[in-house]
């Protein structure tokens, strides 16, 4: 079955792989992105992780802030988040007029915040993915999401940037302490909640050493002005995420912890309205047929040494051994989820090249009918 | 080129285990502290806000964030960034009406959430604290403590924040905390941060990367070992090698078929974990290979295993 019809393709304008560290997401999107392409899509594949993991796969030296066409692969384009880049983007775009952005990009806690606060990357990484697919010069763009101990974090990530960046939330520290209190409401209520403020700062002041959370909300509060136009934004990523158009494949290898992670993951993304598109099942062990050694060792002749048989038979006790494991692991995937697993088997070699990349495709590729719909 | 191990490498408190996501670091955090446990050592291992991975290669139940025995002198907690903080923070606001009071504070709640690796800093910070414990005659409660530390990425930023920290937040609680916690992260008396990877192409480029950052210049930490994990054992000889690398005999019964179909995948990984226990060989700190099993599970039978193949490398 190829690509052309793949109904992961079909209809698709956005595939995501998501899921644990160390399973293949990477390899996973570069596969699958290579044979979109092939199948003739202009195809953009964007990763986040700053290991140049991709890079490497796709032979490229180095990632820039735009696209780069990746040599012998169709129409494919590859593309590594720069952080920097997206932020100053981002910041110019919502800005009101370049003075609003010269004031946020000037900030000294501008360069370290918009880089290292928890969850911009992931942040990023939706708005970069936004861009690509409404830039309307791809026909299917694949996202390769960060690495993180949750895989949920990805996206509860934007919200909690948004939660921060409310406001409310940023004139309740903010606001100079003495005159805060003046000019509101003189209630019993209102005095005690601001009671309650006063010591809740200073208390904070005793934890962190006074100027840091101010230094960060008056940081945030410049920040805050872009902050009906990061809504808006984040209103129309979030819709990009949740849109018959986008695909989440959550990515595993058939390691039995693993494998409930995966199943866990599933479960948050469907819960939460997005878009799940089927499993991925990495370095699978296919069962092979079982033999003793004597069998073995017959088939083999009586002239071969019978330490060549001794090892011929531990090598595929071994390895049925791990297809057994294997198989549990996808008969739970295949329990979790009505959609069959696209299964890439265990290779000899790890994938480093185009060559591989192919490989690992086809493996994604096969086994789908068109009966499979999403 | 071969570094050796030092046997003083295992008497250090505070034992760091990183690296790449999926390479291991459970298992190499599991079997340090079954290691450290069976030289007479009180061990703690401290998973940080993980699915839990330890307590099972224990044979027990998930713990959670209770110190909970695993075996005789080993100790398992996962800290959690939540009680981590609340604790914290009565420790050092003494009320705990107070404590409440502030960090219940939804826009509080907020802001901590966003800076960057605080959840991350409140867990080292937990176990940081637990190096401290002290019992009632003074004596350290624990003789090593073991932090299965964050995936990197996520890893060189958490290693690096206490400094961040110290040298960006001039006073306060915070600084002192930050300042005392690189001091103990830094030491070479006390702390050894041991790296893990697998034989294959993209952790061997990452434990590269991650060796010239942590024991480099900049951050200084002090090493431990390089445990390269799930590294196949040679099965054939010479000679039979060379014949499975020939093929199966044209009359082969198809299961003679699959035995050599599936010895070339395997003859194929074992020169790959070859070459690239060479290429981590080249960096300088002392190797520890830690066999593939071929085993379903990862239990207390496998985490013996391991621990065998390590003491036959050295490993006190």
Redesign the interface.
């Known amino acids: 079955m190829s690509a052309a019809s793949d109904p992961l393709f079909d209809g698709a304008r956005l595939v995501i792989t998501s899921g644990?560290?160390?399973?293949g997401k990477t390899t996973t999107a570069a596969a699958l992105a290579l044979e979109s392409a092939r199948s003739g899509r202009r195809t953009a594949v964007l990763t986040i992780?700053?290991?140049r993991?991709l890079a490497?796969a796709l032979g490229l030296e180095a990632f820039h802030d735009h696209a780069q066409r990746v040599e012998g692969a169709g129409p494919l384009w590859a593309m590594m988040l720069d952080m920097r880049t997206t932020a100053d983007a981002m910041v110019r775009r919502f800005s009101p007029d370049e003075a609003a952005a010269r004031r946020i990009l000037d900030n000294p806690y501008y360069g370290?915040?918009s880089t290292?606060?928890?969850?911009t990357q992931e942040y990023m990484a939706v708005e970069q993915v936004h861009a690509l697919v409404r830039s309307g010069e791809y026909d299917l763009v694949v996202l390769d999401t960060?690495?993180?101990?949750?895989a949920i974090d990805f996206l509860t990530a934007p919200d909690?940037?948004l939660?921060?960046l409310?406001n409310?939330?940023v004139n309740?520290?903010y606001k100079p302490r003495d005159a805060g209190e003046r000019g509101q409401p003189q209630g019993y209520g209102a005095r005690l909640l601001g009671r309650?403020r006063q010591?809740?700062l200073k208390?904070?002041?005793?934890?962190?050493?006074?100027?840091?959370?101010e230094d960060?909300?008056s940081f945030l509060q410049a920040f805050s002005a872009l902050f009906e136009a990061f809504r808006q934004s984040s209103r129309a990523v979030q819709a990009l995420l949740r849109a018959d158009s986008t695909r989440f494949l959550v990515v595993t290898?058939p390691y039995p912890?693993?494998v409930?992670?995966a199943i866990g993951f599933r479960a948050e993304l469907v819960e939460r309205g997005f878009p799940f598109a089927g499993f991925v099942c990495n370095r699978v062990h296919d069962a092979?047929?079982?033999?003793s050694l004597d069998?073995?060792a017959a088939?083999?002749?009586p002239h071969?040494?019978a330490?060549?048989a001794e090892?011929?038979?531990?090598?595929?006790a071994?390895?049925n051994?791990?297809a057994?494991?294997d198989a549990d692991g996808l008969a739970a995937l295949r329990q979790a989820d009505a959609r069959p697993v696209r299964v890439v088997p265990?290779?000899?070699?790890?994938v480093?090249d185009l060559e591989g990349l192919s490989r690992v495709g086809r493996a994604l590729m096969q086994n789908f009918s068109s009966a499979d719909t999403f | 080129m071969t570094v050796p191990l030092s046997a003083a490498l295992f008497d250090r408190r505070f034992v760091l285990v990183t690296g790449?996501?999926?390479?291991g670091k459970s298992t190499v955090s599991a079997l340090l502290a079954a290691q450290s446990g069976a030289r007479g050592r009180r061990t703690l291992v401290c998973e940080l806000?993980?699915?839990e991975?330890i307590p099972?290669i224990f044979g027990r139940a998930p713990v959670g964030s209770v110190v909970t025995p695993l075996r005789e002198n080993v100790w398992g907690v996962n800290i959690q960034p939540g009680p981590a903080l609340e604790e914290y923070?009565e420790m050092?606001?003494k009320v705990r009406a107070?404590?409440r009071?502030?960090f219940d504070?939804?826009?509080?709640q907020?802001?901590m959430?966003?800076?960057?690796?605080?959840?991350d800093l409140l867990m080292l910070g937990k176990a940081f604290n637990h190096e401290r414990e002290r019992d009632a005659q003074g004596r350290p409660l624990w003789d090593t403590v073991i932090v299965d530390a964050?995936?990197?990425?996520?890893g060189v930023?958490f290693f690096r924040l206490p400094k961040v920290i110290r040298d960006h937040?001039?006073?306060?609680?915070?600084?002192e905390e930050a300042r005392d916690m690189w001091a103990l992260l830094t030491d070479p008396e006390r702390t050894a941060t041991h790296l893990v990877s697998l034989p294959?192409?993209?952790?061997v480029?990452?434990t590269r990367?991650l060796a010239r950052t942590l024991f480099g210049p900049e951050m200084g930490l002090p090493p431990g070992a390089l445990w390269l994990n799930q590294v196949p054992t040679p099965?054939?000889?010479a000679?039979?090698e060379a014949?499975?690398r020939e093929g199966a005999?044209p009359d082969?019964?198809?299961?003679?078929q699959?035995?050599?179909?599936?010895?070339?995948?395997?003859?194929?990984?074992e020169a790959?974990a070859r070459a690239y226990q060479a290429a981590l060989e080249g960096l300088g700190l002392p190797l520890v290979a830690l066999p593939l099993l071929?085993?379903?599970e990862l239990g207390p039978a496998q985490l013996d295993a391991l621990l065998a193949a390590a003491r036959a490398q050295g490993v006190p």
């Not at chain 2, 790449?20 to 390479?23: E, F, L, S, T």
């Not at chain 2, 959430?113 to 959840?119: R, T």
């Not at chain 2, 964050?150 to 996520?154: F, I, L, Q, R």
């Not at chain 2, 082969?252 to 003679?256: E, G, M, V």
């Open positions: 644990a560290g160390g399973v992780d700053p290991a993991r490497n370290a915040f290292s606060l928890a969850g960060p690495p993180a101990v949750h909690r940037i939660g921060a409310d409310r939330a309740w520290l309650g010591v809740v208390s904070l002041d005793r934890f962190t050493g006074g100027p840091f959370f960060l909300a290898a912890g693993t409930r992670e092979r047929p079982a033999a069998a073995l088939a083999l002749g071969a040494p330490r060549l090892a011929l038979a531990t090598a595929l071994d390895h051994r791990m057994a494991r265990l290779m000899p070699e790890d480093h | 790449k996501g999926g390479v806000n993980a699915q991975r099972a923070a050092k606001l107070v404590a009071l502030v504070n939804p826009f509080v907020r802001f959430q966003l800076v960057p690796g605080m959840n964050p995936a990197t990425g996520h930023t937040v001039p006073v306060g609680n915070m600084h294959e192409e993209l952790p480029q990452e990367e099965l054939f000889d000679a039979g014949q499975v005999p082969a019964t198809p299961a003679l699959a035995a050599f179909d599936v010895s070339q995948i395997r003859l194929g990984r790959q071929y085993s379903r």
